[in-house]
């Protein structure tokens, strides 16, 4: 379970260490199953891909198929979950949640090279396709924790599960809309995806 505590602080320099320590080794599995398929991957090759031993990747990923998945409970960065969970940044939940997301889109070039692994992964490798789905209760989890702590008490599963199910639709439009909008960010694409989502919504005045 990420870290959601309600005053979370900005992480120090051994936790940014361990962090990155976590994306690179991700980064690093999904490289190498596009490059050799998931079979010919060991977690002995992504260990010495990142320069670390083959026991320190453990200390992150229980398997392979962990590593390629990634860090599906770590929402946004430590700073831009402090700030969701106090109540900013604007004081409404979707736009809120919204930033939430974005804020992991940084740095632009390694996330948008991570959603191409991915998306190449996929086609070949039907276990990671199902790492994804089975991870999506633990990203519902750490999402549902986010809310929860940010209301001051329980919300409802229902909520929780619409929410994370709505980030993952728009997120992977974003990630499509890249194709026509090569120049657009991945926020901005995602803040586009919103406001059309938002139209659905759209009731004429009447009045």
Known sequence: MAEVTGGEPELG??????RQTRIDLCM????????????????DDIAKAVGVSPRTFFNYYETKLDAVVGPVTEIGTPAAR?????GGPSGVLID??????????EPEDEVRESISFVAEIIKTEPRVL?????????????????????????????LAGLTAGLMSALATRAAMSLATHPARTLADALRAQCALAAELFHRPDNS
């Open 13 to 18: 320099l051994r936790e940014r260490k361990k």
């Open 28 to 43: 690093a599995a999904r490289r190498l199953t596009v490059e050799r398929g998931l079979d010919a991957t060991t977690t």
């Open 130 to 158: 199902a790492g994804f789905m089975a991870a999506g209760a633990q990203h519902e989890a750490a999402l549902s924790e986010l809310m929860t702590t940010r209301a001051g008490g329980a919300i409802s599963a229902e």
């Open 96 to 105: 809120d949640v919204v930033t939430l997301y974005a804020s992991g889109y």
């Open 82 to 86: 402090a700030e969701f969970i106090s």
